[in-house]
């Protein structure tokens, strides 16, 4: 079974510039994370999708990013424009409706993104 | 700054020997806690995980210990490989909010 899939692995950019990344969950996953992790700390929630819906985005600044997940199946994730702490790896993750309450999310490898 | 993360706490130990990795979590009414490996250029991996009602719980060459009294969770390997290497990310999370994931504890194997 195809784990969880991220696009691009490493994007480099200018600052001001935008930049997308793209996440195809685990079969049949409804829920789906999008994490930033800082280099040396442990990732942090962005956002989380139940099916469609946003149902934590407290953590998404709002007014540079946004995400969508059309479908209910992959998500993009956007940063428009990108700002010099904007650098980090940029982790999906996906879970059952089990792993949901169990904590057990299904990560991919990641989107580094730097931005000079 | 970045430098200070990455001087992330250190565990060397040597093949074959026992690694206990420990971590303190914050919250008191957090009431399951996981722990997550990360290899290089990987994104974490879930090892095992434990609720607030057990304070032990054992896999395959994995333990958790769950000390509420103090807020601390460890996880013991046994016999450590040096597949084992990697960063290990305790979480925390209080009924159905978010996971809040620790800072990390580097393992390192020398043969």
């Known amino acids: 079974e195809a784990g969880v899939v991220q696009s691009p692995r490493y994007k480099i950019i200018e600052k001001k510039q935008p930049v997308a990344f793209w996440c195809n969950p685990i079969?049949?996953?409804?829920?789906l994370y999008w994490y930033r992790q800082n280099l040396g700390q442990g990732p942090e929630l962005l956002i989380r999708y139940e099916n469609e819906e946003a149902v934590d985005d407290s953590q998404l600044p709002k007014d540079r990013f946004s995400a969508e997940r059309l479908k209910g199946v992959d998500s993009t994730l956007k940063i428009q424009p990108a700002e010099l702490g904007d650098s980090a790896v940029y982790l999906c993750?996906?879970?059952?409706?089990?792993?949901?309450?169990?904590?057990?999310?299904?990560f991919g490898e990641g989107s580094r993104l730097t931005v000079l | 700054g970045e430098s200070v993360g990455l001087h992330l706490p250190t565990l060397s130990v040597q093949e074959g020997d026992n690694s206990i990795i420990n971590c303190a979590y914050s919250n008191s009414a957090s009431d399951y806690f996981i722990w997550y490996k990360q290899e290089s250029g990987k994104g974490p991996q879930f090892i095992i995980d434990i609720r607030s009602n057990m304070d032990k719980r054992q896999g395959q060459r994995v333990t958790v210990l769950l000390n509420k009294t103090v807020k601390h969770l460890s996880l013991q390997i046994a016999a450590t490989q040096p597949g084992d290497s990697a960063v290990y990310f305790c979480a925390e999370r209080a009924g159905t909010d978010k996971l809040i994931f620790g800072t990390g504890t580097r393992l390192q194997v020398f043969p």
């Open positions: 079969s049949g996953h409804n829920t």
């Open positions: 993750a996906s879970s059952s409706r089990g792993g949901a309450s169990t904590g057990e999310l299904f």
